[in-house]
């Protein structure tokens, strides 16, 4: 199928295009080859082979593209930004979808296909869309040449592992470990000169980390942070090996210096290596699918949001919504009660103060206080009940049986339900 959507960047992905308007336009391949060549805002194709062949873009072959969707609101504008970078190797051996999901900006969006990540959020402009993605190329670009992994060891940050010792001034940190040796680097990107110096430097020397600026401008904020690598020296670490991969990467890509692909709409983008049904279902991002009203259900949102939420087709008294509150808030104040219980007490409250706002008007919600979350007098006869715990696993079989009779059954309904019985079961074992 011809995407008319893609610019094309790549030899490869001129020759691709080319292909397809062959086919589509019943042209000899050399003027497919022209026309595809000067969508990628080139004279002809020979002059692009050239440009390409000669440039310092590396020409592995492996593409990957960035799909983010957006809508404004006060624009009532919208659009899909789509970047295509190339890689040095496939971006499953640069890392595993565990580590890319767990990095920072990276962890925004969803492997579609090997070729394509794809966030199911829509954001609320271009720019914003823009920003989304190019701050994941940073970090992919980092992980490349460094060939760091994330690392969820918090606490390596602080030398001798003591949170008192942590770096002065740090900023918008993330934490990184050498897969081949499991050495901790921290990247601290504060808004700060690129200079070592003051207790900074103190710092350093006194714990005897290795400290430095990069000449990269960093993946948090190129225009404003400045990136600094810190590691521990006493191990014996390649920290200048480490520092020359920083330095050697090429200028941070940010919005300001936009090449992607702007298109109008929520046209869905299909990737190169989306073949299969399957593989078209999986590009398509979630938040731009219009959610639907079933018989036992309505969508939180129609559209816009990257899970489908939703709740009982039906509308609670705001007089029981009050009753609710009461309950749960009793029974939360009780000590009565496992611990553990809160949580789930907690979460049930949450979900049924986001269905009283949607089940109503705004008109009408605003003549309301948050009473899901306002304090319960001491004296209230709920709270008195609560102080034994069959007192509260009275309160929330009442809480049970009240939503089981205002609400249809659904899923929905039943998660909340699910909830209270294992409150239920766990409080009753203190008795």
């Not at 019943?26 to 440009?51: C, G, M, T, V």
């Not at 199911?120 to 040449?145: G, M, P, T, W, Y």
Request: with cysteine; net charge positive.
């Amino acid at each position: 199928m011809l995407n008319l959507h893609v610019q094309p960047s790549t030899i490869g992905g001129i020759k691709r295009l080319a292909k397809q308007l062959k086919k589509a336009d019943s042209i000899p391949h050399h003027e497919a080859l022209d026309i595809a060549a000067r969508s990628a805002s080139f004279e002809n194709f020979a002059h692009a082979r050239n440009k390409l062949q000669n440039s310092n873009v590396i020409k592995s072959g492996y593409q990957l593209f960035f799909t983010v969707y957006w809508y404004d609101r006060k624009e009532y504008k919208a659009g899909r930004e789509v970047l295509e970078v190339e890689l040095s190797m496939p971006l499953l051996e640069i890392a595993t979808k565990s580590e890319l999901k767990s990095s920072n900006g990276l962890g925004w969006f969803r492997l579609a296909s090997p070729d394509h990540f794809v966030s199911d959020h829509v954001n609320h402009s271009q720019e914003e869309a823009r920003k989304q993605i190019c701050k994941a190329v940073r970090v992919l670009r980092f992980i490349e040449a460094t060939g760091l992994k994330p690392s969820r060891d918090y606490e390596a940050a602080y030398p001798k592992r003591d949170h008192n010792n942590k770096l002065p001034k740090t900023d918008h940190s993330t934490y990184w470990y050498a897969p081949d040796t499991g050495q901790f680097v921290l990247i601290d990107e504060p808004y700060l000169d690129p200079v070592v110096d003051g207790e900074r430097a103190a710092w350093a020397k006194k714990h005897n980390w290795h400290l430095q600026a990069s000449k990269w401008h960093g993946m948090y904020c190129p225009s404003m942070s400045n990136l600094f690598v810190a590691t521990d020296a006493s191990t014996g670490y390649n920290f200048k090996n480490l520092m020359a991969k920083i330095n050697n990467l090429p200028n941070s890509i940010t919005e300001g210096n936009w090449v992607g692909i702007s298109t109008k709409g929520h046209d869905t983008f299909f990737s190169p290596l989306s073949v299969t049904l399957q593989d078209k279902k999986r590009a398509v991002a979630k938040g731009t699918i219009y959610r639907e009203a079933s018989s036992k259900t309505l969508p939180m949102r129609s559209w816009d949001a990257p899970r489908n939420e939703r709740r009982p087709n039906a509308v609670m008294s705001i007089e029981s919504h009050q009753l609710a509150a009461e309950l749960i808030k009793a029974a939360q104040q009780s000590k009565a009660k496992p611990f553990a219980v809160d949580m789930q007490l907690s979460d049930i409250k949450s979900k049924l103060e986001d269905w009283f706002f949607a089940e109503y008007d705004k008109s009408v919600t605003d003549n309301f206080g948050l009473f899901y979350y306002e304090n319960t007098d001491k004296n209230d006869l709920f709270v008195s009940c609560a102080d034994s715990s069959k007192g509260v696993i009275d309160l929330l079989q009442e809480l049970k049986a009240m939503l089981l009779g205002a609400y249809i059954d659904c899923e929905p309904l039943r998660k909340i339900i699910r909830k209270l019985d294992l409150s239920i079961k766990l409080t009753s074992r203190l008795i």
